[in-house]
């Protein structure tokens, strides 16, 4: 599957059951929270065995996200608290763990923007605008939607646990 897509685990839209390992967190949208939800999220994966490289890969794409929720998410998404979940399933072949972002800030599909090209030259390339292209790159999977004037964006990995 390619990265940054829709998760093929369920329909867009659903709700996810409740799943024995997770863990939440509540910041508000400044850079020391986001500090704050990064340690939160190397300590949780560490403590879940969630392979280095892979965490390492969450905590990317959680910074972007929320950089994108401070700087583009207007003055609701400021105000309001984020909430954070990390859920973690192990199974005997697959596990995964995504992080959940839900926000109060203005509406944004990620899913609905189209892949970037890359410039091929430093010629080319511009300044900023690819924080969406490192987490669908950083991701195995995305989910979105928008409920009750939240934002719920969802990123994840999976890793082989044998």
């Known amino acids: ?94 596990s995964k763990a995504s992080v959940t972002v839900s926000d109060a800030g203005i509406a944004f599909n990620p899913l609905s923007v189209p892949n970037r090209v890359l410039p091929a030259t430093l010629g080319e390339a511009s300044v900023g605008g690819l924080g969406l292209v490192m987490i669908r790159r950083c991701s195995d999977w995305l989910d979105y939607r928008h409920e009750d004037g939240h934002n719920h964006l969802t990123f994840g990995a999976r890793w082989d646990a044998r």
């Open 1 to 94: 599957m390619p990265k940054g897509r829709q998760s093929p685990d369920r329909p867009a839209g659903t709700e996810r059951p409740a799943l024995p390992g997770f863990d939440e967190l509540t910041i508000g949208a400044n850079g020391a929270e986001a500090r704050r939800a990064s340690e939160w999220l190397d300590t949780t994966c560490r403590q879940h065995n969630v392979p280095q490289g892979l965490a390492e890969r969450l905590a990317l794409c959680l910074h972007e996200v929320l950089a994108n929720v401070i700087t583009h998410g207007g003055r609701t998404a400021l105000s309001a608290p984020i909430r954070l979940l990390l859920e973690i399933t192990l199974e005997q072949d697959c």
